[in-house]
């Protein structure tokens, strides 16, 4: 279904995240043992194939973009919701983690924006920061830079864009391609 018509599957997509994450609910053991390998498969399938989703190995947390506006992070080790970022004003086009799983970047085609969030940590002290869940940085894109070209599909545009990390900078690429990118304050 993902790989056939992704961009319809995109109303969908928190949801279906949810529905498989469920799978990997400790509390029903033999359903996570049972399923945990085909769960994994999907999730990754999910990612390679959605830039509004990341999953970060060390923290176990997986995001999710929506056409909502909102950012729905998931803990995998519970497969609970962890956190719900909200701050955007159009559908998100691409999420993605720092390295160390304590930020996240997220773009907005439909708002021509990058935002930069602290996510925190699961630590007792990760949830008492004012920063934690919170918009930090925002940046405006150029129009000219996401608008949709000649002889080119509005729907796919929803899927050629991804943001990166580097060490101090936010990129934000376009079918692979670096198109621009904004520093960032730690």
């Known amino acids: 279904i993902f790989k056939l018509c992704p961009t319809q599957m995109l109303p969908a997509l928190p949801r279906a995240v949810e529905v498989v994450l469920n799978t990997l609910d400790p509390a029903n053991p033999l359903v996570r043992q049972s399923l945990m390998q085909h769960s994994t498969v999907a999730l990754k399938e999910i990612v390679r194939t959605f830039p509004q989703t990341t999953f970060h190995r060390d923290t176990q947390r997986f995001a999710v973009g929506t056409v909502d506006a909102l950012i729905v992070i998931f803990d995998v080790r519970t497969a609970t919701k962890w956190r719900v970022l909200e701050g955007h004003e159009g559908a998100i086009s691409a999420v993605t983690f720092d390295a160390a799983g304590q930020r996240l970047a997220s773009f907005s085609c439909a708002e021509g924006r990058i935002r930069y969030w602290e996510t925190g940590n699961a ?21 000219s830079l996401t608008r949709v070209g000649e002889g080119e599909d509005e729907s796919a545009l929803r899927m050629a864009f991804r943001v990166l990390f580097t060490p101090n900078a936010v990129v934000l690429t376009r079918d692979g391609n670096p198109i621009c990118d904004f520093k960032i304050r730690k």
């Open 123 to 143: 630590g007792p002290f990760g949830l008492f920061s004012s920063k934690v869940g919170r918009c930090v940085q925002q940046f405006n894109v150029s129009p």
